[in-house]
């Protein structure tokens, strides 16, 4: 079965949280939720599906997928991941360590497990091995809010959802009191600072702030994300869990990170980090070296059904993140959607999902 197409369609969906729409990073209000899907064709007529990491990082990420990774895996054969992807890392080694390239690895080992598992008539889970699961839990990923007062109303609105944990995406300890405040003492609470902290000693200063608030895991604490001295520090002194991953490089940094002690739970990313192969060797590392393994994914498309399959397929029993927002359109349909705090495991055959083209081709941008 060989590859004859590899195509990015980036589709921007409209959203509401509850809350006034929160800037991308430093960048522009995020308006949409866009999502970047590849499309993956071979000369069998069987097509998967991917995601690759988009954001702020679509105008090289495309590019990426268009004129530097699809090329390459156009003609190979599509149901050897380990070779083609292998092959790939190897021969695009000076951009593969993380970035734009990588992404769009992640794509197309994505939508090659689909392929496999439409090949094979079975769901990608059930390819990892996995028990079985119908359903996995979930946790309401907020987008940033403004104020303490619109923290408790949206984070208390996520619990009387069915979510019965919640992460926000603030920086201040003043933050995460309003959400213990509003949901309290039972929910799970998590914060991701998005690499708040260039201090060590003002991230520690943080923490123990936070420590009344009895968090879950505080995410992403440190710029530069692979400090692993400082957030090795961070998690000595700062009295709470610490989670980081988002920003991996590839599957050996793992091994750093718990060399050094620098986290209690590791996030990869199934969009970012080379796809479903790449997190279930992350997932593998992080056992054996004793550091508990969560995917992240705030994702409403490919990306997230994978992470979805992933999770069911761990022996571990994992959260599976999940955004809290109501889209106004979904190419994937009720796929991507939660039911008192849980996420549905796709049982058909690859990702299980069928994608709505005329959605897709209605939001889809120029």
Same mark, same amino acid.
């Given at each position: 079965m060989k590859i004859t197409r590899v195509e990015p369609i980036l589709v921007r969906l409209p959203y509401e949280h509850g809350a006034p729409k929160p800037a991308l990073g430093m960048g522009p209000i995020r308006a949409t939720m866009d999502a970047l899907f590849v499309r993956v064709e071979t000369d069998d007529g069987v097509t998967g599906w991917g995601e690759a990491f988009g954001f702020a990082t679509v105008p090289v990420t495309m590019p990426a997928i268009r004129d530097v990774v699809g090329p390459l895996a156009i003609g190979r054969d599509a149901t050897d991941i380990p070779a083609l992807t292998g092959d790939l890392k190897r021969r695009l080694q000076n951009m593969m360590h993380a970035g734009p390239a990588r992404f769009a690895l992640s794509a197309l080992d994505i939508a090659l497990w689909d392929i496999a598992g439409k090949a094979q008539g079975a769901p990608v889970w059930k390819l990892l091995g996995?028990?079985?699961?119908?359903?996995?839990?979930?946790?309401?990923?907020?987008?940033?809010?403004?104020?303490?007062?619109?923290? &408790?109303?949206?984070?208390?609105? &996520?619990?009387?959802?069915?979510?019965?944990?919640?992460?926000?995406?603030q920086k201040t300890p003043e933050m995460a009191a309003a959400a213990r405040r509003a949901i309290g003492p039972d929910i799970a609470l998590m914060v991701d600072t998005n690499c708040a902290w260039t201090s060590v000693e003002d991230a520690v200063a943080a923490a123990r702030a936070m420590q009344p608030c009895?968090?879950?895991?505080?995410?992403?604490?440190?710029? /530069?994300?692979?400090?692993?001295?400082?957030?090795?520090?961070?998690?000595?002194?700062?009295?709470?869990?610490?989670?980081?991953?988002?920003?991996?490089?590839?599957?050996?940094?793992?091994?750093?990170?718990?060399?050094?002690?620098?986290?209690?739970?590791?996030? /990869?990313?199934?969009?970012?980090?080379?796809?479903?192969?790449?997190?279930?060797?992350?997932?593998?590392?992080?056992?054996?070296?004793?550091?508990?393994?969560?995917?992240?994914?705030?994702?409403?498309? /490919?990306?997230?059904?994978?992470?979805?399959?992933?999770? &069911?397929?761990?022996?571990?029993?994992?959260?599976?993140?999940?955004?809290?927002?109501?889209?106004?359109?979904?190419?994937?349909?009720?796929?991507?959607?939660?039911?008192?705090?849980?996420?549905?495991?796709?049982?058909?055959?690859?990702?299980?999902?069928?994608?709505?083209?005329?959605?897709?081709?209605?939001?889809?941008?120029?």
């Open positions: 996995g028990p079985g699961r119908t359903r996995v839990p979930a946790y309401a990923s907020l987008l940033r809010l403004p104020t303490p007062e619109m923290v &408790a109303e949206i984070a208390g609105a &996520a619990v009387g959802r069915g979510y019965p944990r919640v992460k926000l995406h009895d968090l879950t895991w505080l995410e992403e604490p440190i710029s /530069p994300p692979d400090d692993y001295e400082s957030l090795a520090r961070l998690r000595r002194d700062g009295g709470v869990p610490i989670a980081i991953g988002e920003n991996l490089g590839n599957p050996n940094d793992v091994k750093w990170m718990a060399h050094m002690g620098a986290a209690d739970i590791v996030q /990869p990313s199934v969009v970012k980090h080379g796809g479903i192969s790449a997190v279930w060797e992350i997932a593998a590392i992080a056992r054996e070296r004793g550091i508990r393994c969560v995917p992240h994914s705030p994702f409403v498309g /490919p990306g997230l059904i994978a992470t979805i399959h992933i999770v &069911a397929a761990m022996a571990e029993d994992v959260v599976c993140e999940h955004r809290y927002c109501d889209l106004g359109a979904s190419p994937l349909g009720d796929a991507v959607l939660q039911r008192d705090g849980y996420l549905t495991v796709p049982q058909g055959p690859g990702l299980g999902i069928t994608v709505d083209e005329a959605v897709l081709a209605r939001y889809r941008a120029a």
